[in-house]
């Protein structure tokens, strides 16, 4: 029998976006902001939506749909921070009027980071649910074998 490779998943969509753009403030001025999108309203809101698939990427260890669904008081204060500033990096690619380039290049910099040791395990947020585990059997065990033993006489 043929082997046939399973079709590609479907591409997983947010109800509402995670972070809102007048929730920016604390990371950008409005007025930056019109200058930047010349009052073009869609242009902040896909920044901040590839800033949080950026950050979904990092996050399959724990449900990000969960995670990503929450809002107000009840989304993740550090996650948070870490997509606001992702969101204007990816939109001050535009231009730059009164942005710090090295600046907002570190912060984004270190989110990267962090979202990396969540990714690996380094770091594990507090009340973040893990990931459902997948049931499409295509999982399997990897084999490894003890250190080897070194004897001395």
Known sequence: MPYTPSPPPLPTILPAPFISVSELNTH???????AITGSDTTIMPQAIEAATNEA?????????????????????????????DMSVWHFMVLANPN????????RYEHAVRWLEKVQDGRFVPAGWPPAPCSQTGTEFHVMSTQCKRWNNF
Do not use: C, H, N, W
């Not at 942005?99 to 570190?106: E, I, S, V």
């Open 56 to 84: 979904m990427g990092y996050m399959s260890r724990y449900d990000f749909l969960t995670i990503l669904e929450q809002t107000g008081t009840a989304r993740d204060p550090v996650l948070l921070m870490y997509v606001k």
């Open 28 to 34: 950008i001025y409005e007025e930056v902001i019109t």
């Open 99 to 106: 942005l710090d380039y090295d600046a907002r290049r570190t």
